[in-house]
Structures are given as C-alpha cells and as structure tokens.
C-alpha cells in the first residue's frame, strides 16, 4: 500500500471515529477522506519552487518590482473610485444661496 492510500484510510477512520462510529456511511466517510487527503498534496505542492531557466524566454521573468509608497506624485493615495466619479454633497453656502433664490422658474426656461 502506498502513503496516499494509507492517508486516505487513516484520514477516513479518524472521520469515522469523530462522526461517533455510525455504521452504513463507509462511503461518505471514503470520499471525505479522498478530498481531504487531495486538498492536502495540493496545497503541499503549491510550496514546491519551481524551477526557473533564466535562458528560457517563454517563463516568465523573475524580476520583481521594488516596493513604494501607494501614493501618486501628489502624494495622493488612491481611492476605489475612479478620478471623476466622486460626488460630494454640496457645501452649505451652496444649500443657503439655492434656497435664498426660490423654486426655479419654469416660465423662463420655457421661452
């Protein structure tokens, strides 16, 4: 027997004891512990290096970018709107000077 197998039995039993021992999920308690056991090896083999062939134009180069401040030349940081889609409330002159005028006069518009 090979160590995935025996993974994947020893994985199964300790399901089957954690569940209280029920009997007639044999299966469920085997795929549970396949899945498991796969998650495992894949996140194992997400730690592996890969090996890098610097004359070798088709990987991708492993150059990496120095690291920054997060701000523009304006020392401004960004924001999750785009530049031009932020509204902002109006200011209260604005909202003084709009109420000191009335209603807009609809008669005018209409000329």
């Given at each position: 027997m090979d160590d995935h197998e025996q993974r994947v039995r020893e994985r199964a039993f300790k399901i089957w004891q954690e569940q209280g021992c029920p009997d007639g999920q044999a299966?469920?308690?085997?795929?549970?512990?396949?899945e498991l056991?796969?998650?495992e090896q894949n996140q194992n083999l997400t730690l592996v290096p890969v090996?890098?062939?610097p004359e070798d134009p088709t990987?991708?180069?492993?150059?990496?970018?120095?690291t920054g401040p997060a701000a523009?030349?304006?020392?401004e940081l960004p924001t999750l709107t785009d530049e031009g889609e932020q509204s902002y409330p109006p200011s209260r002159?604005?909202?003084h000077a709009a109420a000191a005028s009335g209603p807009p006069d609809d008669t005018k518009a209409a000329e």
């Open positions: 299966e469920a308690h085997w795929e549970m512990a396949r056991v796969a998650i090996a890098r062939d990987i991708a180069a492993d150059d990496v970018e120095e523009n030349a304006t020392g002159e604005a909202e």
